[in-house]
């Protein structure tokens, strides 16, 4: 079994940073891409940032330049630091992870709980 279990969310003031973490436990292998999303109210789901196991990052036009994902391998970990943040960043953010477990041969998506990222005008 897999668990992801994100942190980090909270209410903080335009032009304020905030840090999420996702960290991945349970019977695993490998974790190949770890994404985060987010979702506005009344809103579709919209992917913010990519990190593959190798390879270079990818980002939403709306976020480029203002947060960067990152991975600790070691701890199974994906993080999402957010700076110059803006009203309509606003949403509940998912981590989003592809694992392979043990006794299987390829990955599969498994998401966080979410986390509410409110910034205020």
């Known amino acids: 079994q897999v668990r992801l279990v994100e942190s980090g969310g909270g209410l903080v003031q335009t032009g304020g940073s905030l840090r999420l973490s996702c960290a991945a436990s349970g019977s695993i292998v490998r974790i190949n891409a770890m994404n985060w999303y987010r979702q506005a109210p009344g809103k579709q789901r919209e992917l913010v940032a990519t990190i593959p196991s190798g390879g270079s990052t990818d980002y939403a036009d709306s976020v480029k330049g203002r947060f960067t994902i990152s991975r600790d391998n070691a701890e199974n970990t994906v993080y999402l630091q957010m700076n110059s943040l803006k009203p309509e960043d606003t949403g509940v953010y998912y981590c989003?992870?592809?694992?392979?477990?043990?006794?299987?041969?390829?990955?599969?998506?498994?998401w966080g709980q979410g986390t509410q990222v409110t910034v205020s005008s």
């Open positions: 989003n992870v592809n694992i392979v477990r043990f006794g299987r041969q390829s990955g599969f998506d498994y």
